[in-house]
């Protein structure tokens, strides 16, 4: 950072609107459904749009893939990653979505072969090389600090004087705690011109599985009330707090580390344990859903849709469409 800030080191731009989402710890924090409304926001105004993303967890991290072209979602998660595969879910293929560690190489080859006009950098805030003109920051208020400790002492990717660069902060999941006030006290003594955002992530959907991949239409009617959870997401507490209050009676929960890939034992483990706690049915998230393809179920399995919202949206919206 020193090095940058110097301008020792260089950062380049790609030549249109580009905006960085990230975090300052590991760990989940909100920023996929975050960077999906942005890119929603952009299409809205009539942007072409491409995430970059480094696809963390795929089989070979160096290639460069590419997860949508617009149309259609060309790459599964073993290949592209889970959150990027995700995301393409989310937007229906309609944005570019490159994963490539080599972000300012992928983003100028997109732009030439896509015609792109914004772009979005998903964690994206410590990696410098590429300009932005907006840095938005997420804060879990879950869990806003990690464990106090930069790593690999603790789960800080930097000091919270990082905040300095961003431009927005936007608290996460603040419904689920009653601390946001004294947060956004925190955050502004770092960073005292810093717009500060608090978002809330709900479930706004419960689809089966097999039409969330697009391998059959939605036929079913209803859902069940007892459902079993299963996730490997990085903060599977906010998982089931939301489930609850969505209002599920989650009858047990099946929790992996983040981005874990599911081999059949898993699947059978989950629906033995499901079985025993009396649930009707499993439940899970985006991330894994879309790592769960080829595998089978002998009992209905759901995905929780989720859906971001912002306490002030117009006068976010207006940052991400003026930067």
């Known amino acids: ?3 940058y800030d110097r301008d020792v080191v260089k950062s380049y731009s790609l030549g249109v609107r580009t905006i960085s989402v990230g975090n300052l710890t590991t760990g989940g924090t909100g920023k996929t459904p975050l960077v999906a409304m942005i ?15 480094r696809g963390y967890g795929r089989d070979d991290p160096r290639k460069r893939v590419l997860v949508s072209d617009g149309n259609d979602i ?3 998660a073993r290949t592209g990653g889970d959150e990027p595969v995700e995301l393409a879910h989310k937007l229906d293929g309609r944005v570019v979505i490159v994963a490539d560690p080599e972000r300012v190489s992928a983003g100028l080859w997109a732009k030439k072969t896509f ?5 979005i950098l998903d964690d994206g805030f410590q990696h410098r090389r590429v300009k932005r003109d907006l840095d938005i920051v997420c ?3 879950t869990n806003p600090c990690g464990n106090g400790r930069i790593l690999p002492a603790g789960t800080l990717r930097e000091s919270f004087n990082g905040l300095k660069r961003a431009d927005a902060i936007v608290i996460t999941r603040a419904d689920q705690s009653d601390k946001v006030t004294d947060i956004r006290q925190r955050l502004l003594m770092r960073n005292g011109s810093v717009t500060v955002f608090e978002a809330s992530t709900r479930i706004r959907d419960l689809v089966p599985i097999e039409a969330f991949l697009g391998e059959t239409q939605i036929t079913q009617s209803g859902r069940p009330e007892n459902m079993y959870a299963f996730a490997g997401v990085g903060n599977p507490d906010s ?6 209050n969505s209002g599920i009676v989650v009858t047990g929960s099946c929790l992996f580390p983040d981005h874990h890939l599911y081999a059949r034992a898993d699947i059978e483990r989950i629906e033995s344990r499901a079985q025993q706690s009396g649930a009707e049915a ?7 859903a879309v790592k769960l393809q080829d595998q089978k179920f002998s009992i209905p399995c759901y995905v929780a849709v989720a859906e971001t919202t912002i306490n002030d949206l117009p006068s976010f919206r207006d940052l991400v469409v003026s930067s």
Not at 115 to 119: D, E, L, N, Q, S
């Open 39 to 53: 890119a929603e926001i952009l299409i809205e105004r009539g942007e072409k749009v491409c995430i970059l993303t």
């Open 74 to 76: 060309l790459a599964d």
């Open 239 to 244: 998982f089931i707090t939301s489930l609850k």
């Open 139 to 141: 804060v879990d208020a």
């Open 115 to 119: 015609g792109i006009t914004a772009f």
């Open 282 to 288: 499993l439940v899970t998230t985006a991330k894994d």
């Open 1 to 3: 950072n020193l090095l």
